[in-house]
């Protein structure tokens, strides 16, 4: 049995996002930020729907958090994503000043890590939560895409 707020209680969480993001045909990638045990803010890819390339999950997570806090800087908060953020996306977590990210599966191509991307020296990282079912979304995700074309 899972216990309650722990770090694979919330990236099930985020997984849910994710599984939004795929039945909207979206590159399935969800994400979640929480303080205190509370989830204070979600989000999955928009790309497609918003025709924006920069409506990843976690760009989604940061504007909503930020939102409801009533500031731009998300210290004492945890990001949980399904999928390692992008160089891009790891620039505005960089500035936001989360405390902490968690993340399910690496992006062994785009992933700020291989991209050399700096996170905010206060900032801890855990990856690897939910690995397996982080990974099985997209791959699903992009062989169901592979048939269709």
Known sequence: ???????????????????????????????????????????????????????????????AGASFLGGKYLKDCTLYVTLEPCQMCAGALYWSQISRIVFGASDEHRGYRKMGTQLHPKTQVSHGILAEECSKILDDFFKARRRLN
């Open 1 to 63: 049995m899972i216990e309650p707020y722990d770090d694979t209680y919330f990236m099930q969480k985020a997984l849910q996002e994710a599984e939004a993001a795929f039945d909207r045909d979206e590159i399935p990638v969800g994400a979640i930020i929480v303080t205190d045990n509370r989830i204070i803010a979600k989000g999955h890819n928009l790309t497609e729907t918003l025709t924006d390339v920069t409506a990843h999950a976690e760009m989604q997570a940061i504007t």
